[in-house]
């Protein structure tokens, strides 16, 4: 069992970015693929990013919602257990609570497919 605390997040203007981090403990996250979710008021939480098992290396294979890619840039430092979101050219739309999450099912990006849950950290991005 894994214990995720997010950090990093808070209020930022249209254009501007921000890096969000996913502390782990109680267990190491080498083995384990990572997302990141988002969930605004009224809609359901969704996904964000993958990033991959990786052994031995801050690298791994990642993914992204099509409504993120090119901005967004998901990593992880396994030596620091630790998964971020680097987040650029931020818009209004990306206002959410994001969260981090191990990956329990291989290749999936649904909620169900994933464990562990953060407590979440509030992102909002102003006009």
């Known amino acids: 069992q894994v214990q995720l605390v997010e950090s990093g997040g808070g209020l930022v203007q249209a254009g501007g970015s921000l890096r969000l981090s996913c502390a782990a403990s109680?267990?190491?996250?080498?083995?384990?693929?990572m997302g990141w979710f988002r969930q605004a008021p009224g809609k359901e939480r969704e996904f964000v990013a993958i990033i991959s098992y990786s052994f031995g290396s801050v690298y791994g294979s990642t993914y992204y919602a099509d409504s993120v890619k090119g901005r967004f840039t998901i990593s992880r430092d396994n030596a620091k257990n630790t998964v971020y979101l680097q987040m650029n050219s931020l818009k209004p739309e990306d206002t959410a609570v994001y969260y981090c999450?191990?990956?329990?099912?291989?290749?999936?990006?649904?909620?169900?497919?994933?464990?562990?849950w953060g407590q979440g950290t509030q992102v909002t991005v102003s006009s």
């Open positions: 109680g267990r190491t996250l080498s083995s384990s693929g």
């Open positions: 999450a191990r990956q329990r099912v291989v290749r999936g990006t649904r909620p169900t497919d994933f464990d562990s």
